[in-house]
């Protein structure tokens, strides 16, 4: 099976263009990587991975950002503003609190835009513009439009985001509408969103950059090898877990194939693979009820809901990739409520590590697995935070307390303290 963690290195096919190609995950038909748009496998409909004829080692890796991990790329270079490189803060309360050996933030909200998309969409607008396309869009619950938006226009093209109506937090339509994406709000979830900007981009509309498009998932690789590098660089060994909020499941299906590609250059043992821990809303999760039933397909949830407003979403197109990514890893899933998430995102703030509530079900997850005893307290675990507290101005002020009024003199704030 490709998605096998001891998968051989494939050998090179004629399709392969500068020793790049794209590869069916299901019956490994190849596709030259750039001589056509093609987002899934034109035989068999199933997902497509990026593939390289030479992996690097963590000697090739040089530079800072996203861009470090060239060698690792299908380009040098790409449209950037400067993404990755985000900080892996030390949390010594909450990993107290939680009790596991190690706990670390790796706080994605740290990125241009403030999220994890940023790294995606250097790679994905790269790659848009090899292929000579003209407009780019997406469906979104927010981060997704506010990134491409941005690197859009960083790349000079017009932008187009179909986001759910009424179901996506402030800090983000506004990204996307300053940045001068076309927004197009549809009465319906993200699911049906990214239903319409599908056949639109099959119908050579524009390019679609959800993370359905392998390229953008290869930028999202370089989390996976930013944790490695931090935690080789601390403590001289690689995480034993990694615990990550999942809605469409690129980032999930991107770190597995960063871990594979490292195995298969022979960079990391097998049994080193850190464990990938993804983790969902109760309201939205369809992951986690296919990891708990071991089916080997997740069924679309027609209807989810979610203060978490960037995981809300009930058929996660990467479930293909992600779901041998959790298993062969030795990982597990997890739904958390609503309460835990905000409960979290308070536990973060008072670490100083501010996030959007999708960001802190890494950290509500990680505190239930651990209370079950699925997680072990020798563990060294990385929780993945994806957004910023800013994108979700509304979710973060009522999670927070409410500002006080007093009147405009220091005798009445004084006695309003002392009250
Ligand atoms: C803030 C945030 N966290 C988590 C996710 C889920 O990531 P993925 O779709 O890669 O599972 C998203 C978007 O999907 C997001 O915007
Ligand atoms: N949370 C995402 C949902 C879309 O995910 P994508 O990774 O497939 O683009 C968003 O921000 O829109």
Do not use: D, F, S
């Given at each position: 099976m490709s998605l096998s963690l001891s998968a051989d290195q494939p050998d090179v096919p004629a399709t392969a263009d500068e020793g790049v190609w794209l590869e069916c995950i299901d019956c490994g038909e190849t596709f030259a990587p750039f001589d056509d748009v093609r987002y899934t496998c034109d035989d068999c409909d199933s997902l497509l991975e990026v593939r390289y004829a030479d992996l690097p080692t963590f000697d090739d890796f040089e530079g800072?950002?996203?861009?470090?991990?060239a060698d690792a790329l299908p380009f040098d270079a790409g449209v950037s503003i400067q993404e990755g490189a985000t900080p892996l803060y030390e949390v010594p309360r909450l990993e107290d609190d939680i009790g596991v050996e190690t706990l670390r933030i790796k706080h994605e909200g740290m990125n241009p835009t403030g999220s994890f998309k940023d790294r995606g969409m250097t790679v994905g607008v790269r790659v848009a513009k090899e292929l000579g396309v003209g407009r780019l869009a997406c469906a979104s619950t927010g981060n997704t439009s506010a990134a491409l938006a941005a690197y859009g226009s960083r790349g000079g093209m017009q932008t187009l985001v179909l986001l759910p109506a009424g179901k996506v937090a402030a800090g983000k339509i506004a990204q996307a509408s300053l940045h001068g994406a076309r927004i197009l709000e549809v009465d319906g979830n993200f699911d049906a969103c990214l239903d319409i900007v599908q056949e639109l981009a099959g119908q050579g509309e524009a390019y679609l950059l959800n993370s359905l498009n392998p390229f953008r998932l290869e930028g999202q690789k370089t989390i996976g090898l930013e944790i490695l590098e931090g935690f080789l660089a601390d403590y001289d060994t690689v995480p034993d877990r990694i615990v990550l909020p999942v809605g469409n499941a690129g980032n999930t299906s991107a770190l597995y194939k960063a871990f594979r590609e490292l195995v298969q250059a022979g960079e990391l043992e097998e049994s080193d693979v850190p464990k990938l821990t993804g983790v969902q809303a109760e309201g939205a999760a369809p992951m986690v009820e296919a990891i708990e039933n071991g089916a080997d397909e997740v069924r679309r949830w027609e209807e989810v809901e979610t203060?978490?407003?960037?995981?809300?979403?009930?058929?996660?197109?990467n479930a293909p990739k992600a779901l041998p990514g959790i298993r062969e890893t030795g990982g597990t899933a997890v739904a958390v409520s609503d309460e835990a998430i905000t409960e979290a995102q308070r536990d973060l703030a008072g670490e100083g590590i501010g996030v959007e509530p999708a960001s802190a079900a890494s950290v509500a997850g990680l505190r239930k697995l651990r209370a079950e005893g699925i997680v072990d307290d020798d563990e060294r675990v990385a929780c993945l935070t994806t957004g910023?507290?800013?994108?979700d101005p509304d979710a973060a002020a009522a999670a927070g307390s409410e500002p006080e009024p007093v009147p405009a003199d220091t005798d009445g704030v004084l006695e309003h303290l002392q009250g």
């Open positions: 800072e950002g996203v861009w470090r991990y203060r978490a407003t960037a995981i809300r979403i009930g058929n996660p197109v910023h507290l800013l994108k």
